[in-house]
Nanobody, 128 residues
């Protein structure tokens, strides 16, 4: 059974940085699409960044230039480096994976309900 465990969230001041990690277990192969999503209470879940096994990467427009997604295939771990954080980045951040090679990760970034497995999330609060 696939398990995803996020870590690295917390409270940070505006302009600060955080690095989220997502440890994936239960599979011996690389996931085709690994992505980060976030959700604020009362709002829909939105895709933040996705990393495809072929090297393609896509970001939500509002985080481009500030967030960096990466994956360590040896450790089966996904990361999200978040810099220059703003209060608008406050949310619960979730890791998710999908193994359908037929579509690009950008599709799943816009259609989170199509992801196969989800972690339980890690909370990020940006406040002074």
């Amino acid at each position: 059974e696939v398990q995803l465990v996020e870590s690295g969230g917390g409270l940070v001041q505006p302009g600060g940085s955080l690095r989220l990690s997502c440890a994936a277990s239960g599979s011996t192969y690389d996931y085709v699409h690994m992505a980060w999503f976030r959700q604020v209470p009362g709002s829909e879940r939105e895709g933040v960044a996705v990393s495809d096994s072929d090297g393609r990467i896509a970001y939500l427009d509002s985080v481009k230039g500030r967030f960096t997604i990466s994956r360590d295939t040896a450790k089966n771990t996904l990361y999200l480096q978040m810099d220059r954080l703003t209060p608008e980045d406050t949310a619960m951040y979730y890791c998710a994976v999908n193994n359908n090679p037929g579509l690009r990760g950008l599709y799943y970034l816009k259609n989170p309900d199509q992801m196969d497995y989800w972690g339980k999330g890690t909370s990020v609060t940006v406040s002074s």
